[in-house]
Each structure stands twice: as C-alpha cells, then as structure tokens.
C-alpha cells in the first residue's frame, strides 16, 4: 500500500512514499486540503467554496481542471469519485495525515503541532474557505494550548524542569498573553532559586499584560515576584549608595556582570554583555561603576553609537580601529596582515578621488565587512596577548547594519581574552535585536535588562532618601516618574530642597527645567554649545567656538561636572566632555530657538573645517562637517561633505591596480550600501546640486560648486558602470572627461579616461581602451605623474593581450617595469606593481605554451610579493598552479594551488575564486579524493554564477571537460556522486569551454583540450 505523508502543520510537507510532492497554489491546493481533511465532498460544494462567483457550468469545469492538476502530482490516484456527485480519498491509499494523528491523541502527539494548521496559504475570493480555514486554524491551537496546559500542570509537579521549561515556551510561542504559561514560569524559576528571573520576567510580564491587555499579572504571580524582590532587597539595601538614587535595586545587576567578569578576568568560561533598557535607566551609570571598579584590569576601548551615524556603514568601527591602531602603535605590537591597508582605507580622504597607497589590489567591490572583521579579529588577538581586552560599545541600537555583523561575527568567534559590554536603549531596531536576541540565544551574550523600578521598590529608595514621606508623596512621584530612574532623581532633589509645592505643579519638561534654572549665564552658553555638536566635544575645539577665556571656561566647566550635568575623559592626549544624561542634551537644545541653532552650528563647522589637514581627513570628520553645515542652512559646504561621504561610502578611490586580471573587474559589485538606497542617494544628491547650481549662477562659489559636482559625477558614472549601466554610467564618465579639461582639473580628466579604459576591458572593447589609454598617457605627462604612467603602461599592454598582440604587450610590460624601477624610491607598492606586470609576462608564455619560461616569470612575481602580505599573491600562486598542470608536474600543481588557498583562507569570503575552486577540485579528483573535489567543484560553479565573467565560466568548463572525459572512462563506484553532477557529455563540456575561454590569453588551454578530445586520455593526464 502506498504511504502518502501530509505535514500540515506550519510549511506543508506532501510526501508519496518519501518522494516530496509539489502541490500546485491558489484554488487547486486549497480543494486537495479541504477534501484531505473532509475525506469525503461533494462536488456542488466544492464549486461553491471555490468557484462562488461562476455559473454553475463554469464552476464545475474549473473543479475538474484542479482535480485533473492534483492527480497529475501523484503517480498514484489519490481522489476518486465514487460517483458523479461526490468526490473522496481512495481508501487503498495510507494517508498519514499529522493534524487527524494529532486530534486523536493531542497528549501524546504534542510534539506535532509545530506551527498554525496550514501556515501561509491563503486564496484571494473564497470567503468561505477562508472562514473555514480560520475555523480549523483555532480548533488545532486551542487544542494544543489546552493539552499544553494539561502537561505543564503534569510537569511541574513531576519536577520535570527541563520538559517544564520547554513546554512552557512552547506555550508562549503559541499564546504570548497566555498568563497560565506566565505564571508557570515563575514558578519554574522559584522552584531554581532564581530571583533575579522572577523580578526580571515579572516586569515583562508586567509590561506585555498592560501595553497590550490591559490588564495586570494574577495574585499569585505577584506574590511570587513580591516574594523573590524581598528575598534579594536585603541584601541590597545595605549597599545602597547614599549619592546614587540611579542605582538603587541595581545591586543585583551589578552583580551579575561583576561575576561575569571576575571569570573573563580568571580565564573561566565568560560572556559579553548587553545593559539594556530604556533611556534614564542608569544604563551608562552601571557601566561607569563597572568600569570604575575594574579599572586596571582590562584593556579598555570605549565608544559610542549617534542616531545620526545610522545610515553610514562602520561608524562605530571605524573609531575602535583607531583606538586599536593607537594602543598598537604605542606598544609597538606586531601589527596584522593588511592592517595598515584598513586604516588607509576607513580614514582615507573622500574629498578626493585619489588614497594613500594600497596593498590589496582587487577591486574594492570586494572590500567588504570579512576584510574588516578579520583585521580586528587580528588585532585583538595581538593585544589580548598582553591583557584582557574589554571592548565598550554604548547605544548599540544606532550601529549600522554592517558594523552590526561585524559585532556578531566577533562576539561568536573572538577568543576567550576578549569581551564586548554594550548598552542598548528601547529603540525599535528589529534587525539588532534580532542579531543580539540570536547572541543571547547562543548563549554567548549574557543580557542585563534595566526595568522601570516599580511602585513597591520607588517607595523603598523614597524611603530611604527621604525622611518621613507619606503614601500620598510616594504615589504622587511614583505616578510621575513612572519609576524611571533618572526622572525619579529628579524629583527626589526636588524634594529634598524643599521645593515641594514645584513638585505638585510640574510635568517632566518644568522639572527638567528646574534642573538648569540656577546655572550662570556663561554655563548655559558652553551647555548650548555642547547640546548641539554632534556626539561628544573635545575641550579644545570647545575653547575655538566659546568667545571666553580659556580660564573661565575651565572654571565653569568643573562646576557643571560638580553638579552632575557633564562629565569628561580622557581620550588620549585629549579631554573630552559630554552630557551625564542624553535627556540633559537634548532638553538644552530643545529650548534653543532657530535662530541660535543655526549660529552656533554654523561656528562648530568652520572650528571642525579649521582643524582639516592632508592629515587629519577622515569620513568621521566629514559626517560631522555635514550634520553642523547642514543644520546651519549651509546648502554649498553641505553637499560638498555628502558628496566626499558618498564617494567614501560607495568605495571610489585610487585604481592603483584595478586590473590584475579582467576577471577581477566583472565580479558583483559589493559597496558598503545597498544598490537601490546607493541609487537613492545619487538622485538626492544630484538635485541638491541642480537647485544649488541654478540659485547660484552668478555667486562668487560657482568654482567650488562645479568642483563638487565634477566628483560627484565621476562617483555616479563609476558606480553606474560597475553595476552593468553602461549606456549611462558611459555618457557620465564622457561628462566627467570633458568637464576636467574644461576647468583645468587634470587628476579628475585622468580618472575620468582610466575608468573608461576599465569599462572597455570589461566589454571586450579594445578600440575604445586603446582611445583612452592614449588620453590618459597624455594628461599623466603633463601631470609628470610617473606611478601613472606606469599603471598605463600596464594598462597598454592588457589592450595588446587582447588582441594577440603579444609581442606589442611584452614591450609595453617591460616599459611598465622600467618606469616603476626609475622611481627615485622603490616602494611595497611600486614592487607590486612590477610584479603584476611580470605576472602578465608570465601569462604570455603559458598562452606562447612556453611553460618553463611562464613559471620564471610567475616565480619573479611571487618574490617580489614575499613579505608583504598582499591578496594578490593568490593569483600569482594560482596562474602557476595551472601552468604547472599544463606541464603535468601534478605535485606543483598541488603545491602552489594550496599556497593560493592559505591566502585566500586568511581573508575568508574577501578574495574568492572560482577558478582556484575549479583547479583544486581538478588537484583532488587526479588524487582520488573524489568527494572532496566534489565539494570543490560545486563551489566553483556556484561562484562563477555570481561572477559571470566568461573567462571563469571557460576555465570552470575546462575542469570539468577534463573530468567528464575520465568519468566516461571509468567505472568505480565512488565516482558515481560525480557521475550523477556531471550528467552532460564530455563534448558538451568540451564545446562550452572554448565558447567561454578568450581566444589569445586562453590559446594553450583551448590547444590542450583539443589534445585531450584527439588522443587517448589516460596518456595525457594520468
């Protein structure tokens, strides 16, 4: 008898005796499900269910169809029609139906509920069915809600606390408002000990039950919450600090993390952490103590996260790899692989199109968060040889979304002598708190959630602080503060300095206004300026923008830390002053009016534009040059900065070598930013240029507004470009061409010609390469630029190469090398640089089938490479690996195959190659480990899908055209995996590869393979 198997629970699962069976959508589903669970149906109401609008003819017609389309997925027939009214399962058939198992025996079958009946589907026009579905979807929950509850009665007095707990959350998952389930969960933790549990779930509880029902939690919860807060504030009020009101009952979290860290500190098993909570918790205060208390410990580096940082990739990051170089640099620590190529390229110039000089060569599409993460992971392992490492990040709900994967990959990966300590305010994120909810899951993260106190614990810290306050007094503040802490401290010193009628007439704003009410003038004029930088504010730029002695300023800011409005810490050399409280910052520029907004803004701007230098520009600066100008109405300076941020943020900057191989320039574009939101912005920026440019025909900035505009659109047509918009991308770039040579700005016009020359490699243009080649090499002379030249140089002889010229390409290589070499200064990047042009030299042979000569070649670039640690070793490696095979030396093959891996290995998915994959799985099957150049070669195909670039297309074909051709040799059983991926002939293979292959550059593959399709196979490569 056949089994038919029908998972209906959550994602539907249809199996015919194992076999997976697609069910078709829309009405032909719905009636195989409703006739499933009815078994038996008659037609007319099947028609009517479905089909309520058709005539009755119509209706029918369609029944048939759907009937006709479900038999069709089944090799069995599964409905009959027993007559012709009534349609029915076939009872020859076994349906092993997981709802019908479940009804029968809810108890025993639980674990079969595993999500609503039918999850998903859903038919547009079929009112009936859709009640019925509704229907049959509460029947199974409420079932399994109440047999749930049945079991957790059943566990809890068993004492099956692991079944208890796992019943329990089951129930939550199901029913959230489920107080039965809440209940029991108390009652689990009090059955552990666990009061922090309690108090901690009681306040969500709490929290779920008001905001969404209404209602409070049961008696019995509360007397079970009140029970454990008894049990721990014993313990508690004795270490209350009398100057603190923030961190009364906070005793418990502190120690929480104090013992977490004592066993980070001891090298026991440890956790990072996350303080969350909403804001006036006391989460930065608990960090401070923290910190205090374990100061000399660890090794501290500590930033924070800005609203306005959202939207710019690595802001947090980007200010810790700056604290990491810094500390590095001052130990004089062993630095990691392309760690100086990080910092050049987090803290490049954007006002520029040009950057410092580079190691890694690839295209900087491929500069993604693994480079990054692997960087930092190499840093922090260098450090935490010398101490424990402490990494402090606050207001964690504004990182980006990248710097956010960054965190969880660290946080999942780093060793045991590095810990993260993150605070979080109540900001709806739901992609963080998805990625710290996933952390904490793992049990990776250990989270410290800061409560509202409630009224119980508000009148024990009144009580404490306030001598004889009545009930009346403690509802009164409780009912105001709503137990946030902050505004509870608040209305304590109010209290205290027997203001008590200000107390009855103030809302939150008039007590905060309370708290500025005493300060001087001059101490609200450095408040005013320090409400509206952006984030916190060096004590140096702060003596530029005050117009008041340097003394005076000192003196008032030491009152304003006395008096608990602003802190400062040293940052270095530097001392840096911020808010106690963000509530503080921004009531105080809350109460500023446009007018001195604008002014003070606009003073902090040009302080900030004062302290740029060649070596002082970094994106950091440049975000907050544009938030001041912008809020200064400043639409010329605001432009200009989002125009340098976009050029950071979409990765433009200096080719220094942007074509080692052409492969490199058709790999999928990977900007820090997504593409529609990468489109977005250029739009923005663009009529922000427009509407400045037409307001501003005659104005005395049109220089410096065209200026902008030209690197604007040099970002705009090199990143149209590399998304494959040439049409437009081109028609930008030409503008770019022709606006340089119009306003004299050579570096732009050249750039403007080398993407050109670029976009024609990637087309397969050579005419149109050798047009601007020519330009280029024009302006470089007159720039007497000889790096440039050089690169052209390289650049001409690629344009060769591709016609099959190679003699021509040779002489343009070695002209390459000459130049490089008459440099009065051989840099890293100037060996390089040679090394890539003897890498193509060495390409030349292999295609002349010179191999031995090809190999002095590729061995001269690799040793020009050799202590400088750069990616583009692996190609080097890789174009040896492959004329090693050619030659059938199969052990250096292997050899240097593996030396290209171990570099790609280091930078994880930053530098993938299908063709190395191709190669290895090649390596592995002349090896006989089959399966793992399987796996190999999986990878390869997946890859060259991603790349789409035909010369990997060819080369993977060309792997795959050898294995086929020994798989139709061979019989072994261990080949049959490999049989059954590789279902095409040999020829078909074959015929694919010198399709893909380049005709000159490839000649020696596309001679080899014709060898192999002529000759005896075994002779030739085993």
């Known amino acids: 008898m056949v089994d038919i198997n029908c998972n209906l629970f959550n994602s539907v699962v249809i199996k015919e005796d194992d076999n997976e069976v697609l069910i078709p959508g829309g009405k032909v589903g719905g009636v195989f499900y409703y006739i ?49 009214s009534t349609l029915m399962l076939n009872e020859d058939i076994n349906f092993i139906i997981d709802a019908d198992i479940f009804d029968k025996d809810p108890f025993k079958n639980l674990d079969l509920y595993k999500g609503e009946f039918l999850k998903g589907f859903y038919i547009k026009d079929t009112i009936e069915f859709e009640y019925w579905l509704i229907e049959m979807r509460n029947y199974y929950k409420e079932r399994c809600i109440i047999t749930l509850q049945e079991r957790i009665k059943v566990d809890y007095q068993e004492r099956e606390l692991t079944q208890l707990e796992k019943d329990i959350n089951t129930l939550l998952r199901i029913d959230n408002f489920n107080d039965f389930a809440y209940l029991y969960l108390l009652k689990l933790y009090k059955l552990k000990g666990r009061n922090d549990k309690i108090i901690n779930e009681y306040y969500n509880i709490q929290r779920i039950l008001r905001d969404e029902l209404g209602i409070d939690p049961t008696e019995e919860m509360t007397a079970i919450y009140k029970e454990a807060v008894e049990s721990v504030g014993n313990k508690k009020v004795k270490n209350l600090k009398e100057d603190n009101t923030l961190f009364y009952n906070r005793e418990f979290e ?104 580079r190691k890694i060569l690839e295209n900087k599409e491929n500069y993604d968060s693994d480079l990054i993460y692997n960087s930092i992971i190499s840093a922090l392992k260098s450090l935490s040889k010398k101490g424990k490492v402490l990494i402090v990040i606050e207001d964690i709900q504004w990182a980006d979304t990248l710097s956010m994967k960054i965190l969880v990959n660290l946080i999942l990966h780093v060793n045991e002598d590095v810990r993260f300590f993150l605070t979080k305010t109540n900001e709806v994120s739901k992609n963080i708190d998805r990625h710290l909810t996933t952390l904490i899951d793992l049990n990776k993260l250990l989270e410290i959630k800061l409560n509202r106190f409630d009224k119980t614990t508000v009148g024990v810290i009144l009580r404490k602080e306030i001598n004889d306050i009545s009930e009346a007094d403690i509802d009164y503040i409780y009912e105001r503060s709503k137990g946030n802490a902050l505004f509870l401290k608040v209305y304590i010193d109010i209290f205290k300095n027997n203001k008590k009628e200000d107390l009855i007439t103030s809302k939150v704003s008039d007590i905060l206004q309370e708290t500025f009410s005493n300060l001087s003038d001059t101490e609200m004029k450095i408040l005013e300026v320090i409400s509206a930088f952006y984030g916190s504010i060096d004590i140096e730029l702060l003596l530029k923008i005050v117009d008041i002695k340097a003394f005076e300023i000192v003196d008032n800011l030491n009152n304003l830390v006395k008096k608990n409005i602003l802190e400062e810490n040293k940052s270095g050399k530097s001392v840096i002053i911020t808010f106690v409280h963000s509530v503080y910052k921004d009531f105080v520029y809350g109460e500023l009016n446009d007018l001195s907004k604008q002014i003070i803004h606009r003073e902090i701007a040009e302080a900030l534009e004062g302290e740029l230098s060649e070596d002082n520009k970094d994106i950091t600066k440049f975000i907050k040059l544009k938030y001041h100008y912008n809020r200064a109405n400043e639409e010329v300076k605001t432009v200009k900065y989002e125009v340098y941020i976009l050029n950071y943020y979409l990765n433009f900057n200096h080719e220094v070598f942007p074509n080692l191989d052409d492969y490199d320039l058709n790999r999928q574009v990977k900007n820090f930013i997504n593409n529609d939101r990468a489109m977005q912005w250029l739009d923005e920026i663009e009529c922000n240029i427009l509407k400045i440019k037409n307001s501003s025909k005659n104005s005395s900035n049109i220089n410096e507004i065209n200026s902008i505009e030209l690197l604007f659109l040099y970002c705009k047509g090199r990143y149209l470009i590399r998304c494959g918009n040439y049409s437009s991308g081109v028609k930008v770039m030409n503008r770019v061409i022709q606006m340089g040579n119009e306003l004299k700005d050579e570096r732009m016009e050249l750039s403007g010609h080398k993407q050109m020359a670029i976009y024609a490699i990637q087309i397969n243009e050579p005419e149109i390469m050798l047009k601007h080649i020519i330009e280029a090499i024009k302006v470089a002379r007159s720039l007497k630029d000889n790096v440039e030249i050089g690169v052209l140089y390289r650049l001409y002889g690629v344009y060769y190469m591709m016609k099959g010229n190679f003699k021509q390409a040779e002489l343009l290589f070695e002209k ?22 003897y890498n193509y030299i060495g390409e030349i042979r292999n295609a002349e089938g010179n191999y031995e000569k090809a190999m002095q070649y590729y061995g001269k670039a690799i040793n020009l490479c050799k202590g400088v640690e750069v990616t583009c070793q692996a190609l080097f490696y890789l174009n040896a690996g492959k004329t090693s095979y050619l030659m059938g030396n199969f052990a250096d093959m292997e050899k240097y195959l593996n030396l290209a891996k171990s570099i790609v290995k280091q930078f994880d998915s930053y530098w993938k190659n299908s063709i190395l994959d191709a190669f290895l799985a090649l ?71 010198l399709r893909y292959l380049e005709e000159y550059r490839d000649r020696s593959e596309i001679e080899f393979l014709k060898s192999l399709i002529q000759n005896d196979f075994n002779e030739v490569i085993i």
């Open 816 to 837: 390459s090398v000459d130049t490089f070499n008459a440099l009065e200064f051989i840099s890293n990047y100037n060996s390089i640089s040679i090394a890539a042009d």
């Open 36 to 84: 499933l669970m009815k078994k038996i149906v008659s037609r007319d109401e099947l028609a009517g269910i479905f089909w309520p609008s058709s005539n009755e003819e119509n209706a029918k017609l369609s029944l048939r169809n759907a009937i006709h389309k479900i038999r069709k997925s089944f090799k069995e027939d599964i409905i009959i029609s027993p007559n012709k």
């Open 923 to 993: 390596c592995n099957f002349i090896k006989g480990n089959y399966q793992i150049a399987l796996e190999y070669l999986k990878d390869a195909i997946a890859e060259v899908k991603t790349i789409n670039n035909p010369r990997d297309i060819g080369s993977v074909y060309f792997v795959q055209t050898i294995i086929a051709l020994e798989l139709e040799e061979r019989a072994e059983k261990e080949l049959d995996d490999f049989k059954g991926f590789l279902k095409e002939s040999s020829e078909y293979y074959y015929y694919n590869a």
């Open 254 to 357: 502190m120690d929480l993390i104090q013992k977490n860290l004592d066993k980070f500190y001891s090298g026991e098993t440890s956790k990072s952490i996350l303080v969350s909570g909403e804001v006036g918790m006391g989460k930065t205060l608990l960090k401070k103590n923290i910190l205090k208390q374990n100061k000399g410990k660890f090794k501290v580096f500590e930033v924070s996260c800005y609203s306005v940082e959202k939207e710019f990739s690595y802001s947090p990051w980007i200010k810790i790899i700056d604290l990491i170089n810094k500390e590095l640099s001052k130990e004089d620590s062993e630095k990691p692989i392309l760690w100086d190529d990080v910092i050049k390229k987090l803290f490049f110039d954007g006002s520029n199109k040009t950057q410092g000089v």
